[in-house]
């Protein structure tokens, strides 16, 4: 089951064109594409007559025929032309889903669409993705795994010891405790390490063991449903005010992340990672680029891992510890609304 009245990152801007792109979100199969004055649209991915996927037909103008028989939809859902015939059968139309276009992604509304307000986008967390004082770089990743595995994961970071240690982790993070805080919102995570060494990826960038610096460092991770995971981090000179507030001595970053269920089993990951020093500097973002991918890659092979092996022996008890209060709000947060919802179709 999943949360169906919220925003879900459907795709990147630049993948949605003159072209029909086939994505399963929620379960739902959807045909995505751009009518010709560029507006984004959202259709199931499934013609009314005998169910053939609409991302085999073709586009013509702002309509869709489909591959198998002509049957033509128009941007709104309605079938306009059968061949061979001039009466539209009564209830020829497919679903059209509601889309909005905002931060580098095309959200999806997969609920009720009288409910779909766009001020529900939750522009305070990925506003970094266009601003000018930042500077961007972006993926996607297909992970075979639920994706409340993924938010497991970002909530969580005490796995970069262990999991990262050639990019962003150091034996710091798994030993500082973190703290935990909820709201009617969310769940936020604070972690901070001081006069420690720089983890690879930020020393690459900075330059602090060059100077023979140590730094302190900051991890603090925002959840809001359905599956926002936005993380503030970085790291400034040691003792330099960053706990107080002044980052002027250092790096810092956003790790923007959206995890869209396509299944129960799989996931959409669309990241970005916005920076606020050397925005010109494409050296650095190539070292985002390649360090970041190659981190959430890691991710990616041991969350799949791990959802094999829970596959392979469901019900199979399992152990808590200290580092599982980064999660566990999280989780109570989500079957809570999950039941709320269920109440509420009945």
Same mark, same amino acid.
């Given at each position: 089951?999943? +949360?169906? $009245?919220y925003w879900y990152v459907?795709?990147?801007?630049?993948e949605?064109?003159?072209?029909l792109?086939?994505?399963?979100?929620? =379960?739902?199969?959807?045909v995505?594409y751009?009518?010709? #004055?560029?507006?984004?649209?959202?259709?199931?991915?499934?013609?009314?007559?005998r169910?053939?996927?609409? %991302?085999?037909?073709?586009?013509?103008?702002d309509t869709?025929?489909c *591959?198998?028989?002509?049957?033509t939809f128009?941007?709104?859902g309605?079938?306009?032309r059968?061949? *061979?015939?001039?009466?539209?059968?009564? =209830?020829?139309?497919?679903?059209k889903?509601?889309?909005?276009?905002r &931060?580098?992604?095309?959200?999806? &509304?997969m609920?009720?669409p009288?409910?779909?307000?766009e001020?529900l986008i939750?522009?305070h967390?990925?506003?970094?993705? #266009?601003d000018?004082?930042w500077?961007?770089?972006?993926?996607y990743?297909?992970?075979?795994a639920d994706h409340?595995?993924?938010?497991?994961n970002?909530m969580?970071?005490?796995?970069?010891?262990?999991?990262?240690s050639?990019?962003? =982790?150091?034996?710091?993070?798994?030993?500082?405790?973190?703290?935990v805080?909820q709201?009617?919102? *969310?769940?936020?995570? !604070?972690?901070? @390490?001081?006069?420690?060494p720089?983890?690879?990826?930020?020393?690459? %960038? =900075?330059?602090?063991s060059e100077?023979?610096e !140590?730094?302190d460092?900051w991890q603090?991770?925002?959840?809001?449903?359905? /599956? $926002?995971?936005?993380l503030?981090v970085g790291?400034?000179?040691?003792?330099?005010?960053a706990?107080?507030?002044?980052? /002027?001595?250092?790096? %810092?970053?956003? %790790?923007?992340?959206?995890?869209t269920?396509?299944?129960?089993?799989s996931?959409?990951y669309f &990241?970005?990672f916005?920076?606020?020093?050397k925005l010109?500097?494409?050296?650095?973002s190539k070292?985002?680029?390649?360090?970041?991918?190659?981190?959430?890659?890691?991710?990616?092979?041991?969350?799949e891992?791990q959802?094999?092996i829970?596959?392979?022996?469901?019900?199979?008890?399992?152990v808590?510890?200290?580092? #599982?209060?980064?999660?566990?709000p999280?989780?109570? @947060?989500?079957?809570?609304?999950? $039941?709320?919802?269920? +109440? !509420? /179709?009945i």
């Amino acid at each position: 089951m999943f +949360l169906r $009245n919220y925003w879900y990152v459907a795709a990147f801007g630049h993948e949605i064109g003159r072209n029909l792109l086939a994505r399963t979100i929620l =379960g739902d199969k959807i045909v995505l594409y751009r009518t010709e #004055d560029g507006s984004p649209i959202a259709l199931a991915n499934r013609c009314c007559h005998r169910q053939a996927p609409l %991302s085999m037909g073709r586009l013509i103008g702002d309509t869709v025929e489909c *591959g198998y028989h002509g049957l033509t939809f128009n941007s709104t859902g309605e079938c306009i032309r059968v061949p *061979g015939q001039k009466k539209i059968p009564p =209830g020829a139309k497919v679903r059209k889903y509601p889309v909005a276009e905002r &931060w580098r992604w095309i959200w999806i &509304w997969m609920g009720d669409p009288d409910l779909a307000d766009e001020d529900l986008i939750p522009d305070h967390l990925y506003r970094y993705n #266009d601003d000018p004082e930042w500077s961007c770089v972006e993926g996607y990743l297909h992970v075979k795994a639920d994706h409340m595995l993924l938010v497991d994961n970002l909530m969580d970071l005490s796995h970069e010891t262990f999991l990262h240690s050639k990019t962003i =982790g150091t034996v710091h993070v798994a030993e500082t405790p973190a703290q935990v805080a909820q709201d009617d919102e *969310g769940v936020t995570i !604070t972690r901070w @390490m001081l006069d420690r060494p720089p983890p690879p990826i930020y020393d690459k %960038s =900075g330059g602090f063991s060059e100077r023979g610096e !140590t730094v302190d460092r900051w991890q603090i991770v925002r959840f809001e449903p359905p /599956s $926002n995971c936005c993380l503030d981090v970085g790291v400034a000179t040691a003792g330099t005010g960053a706990p107080e507030g002044d980052r /002027s001595k250092g790096l %810092s970053m956003r %790790s923007l992340n959206f995890l869209t269920p396509e299944t129960v089993r799989s996931t959409h990951y669309f &990241w970005t990672f916005p920076r606020d020093y050397k925005l010109d500097d494409e050296e650095i973002s190539k070292l985002h680029a390649e360090g970041f991918h190659n981190t959430f890659t890691e991710d990616l092979v041991m969350l799949e891992a791990q959802q094999e092996i829970m596959d392979a022996h469901i019900g199979q008890p399992t152990v808590n510890i200290n580092a #599982d209060k980064t999660t566990m709000p999280v989780r109570r @947060m989500v079957n809570k609304l999950l $039941n709320e919802q269920e +109440l !509420t /179709s009945i």
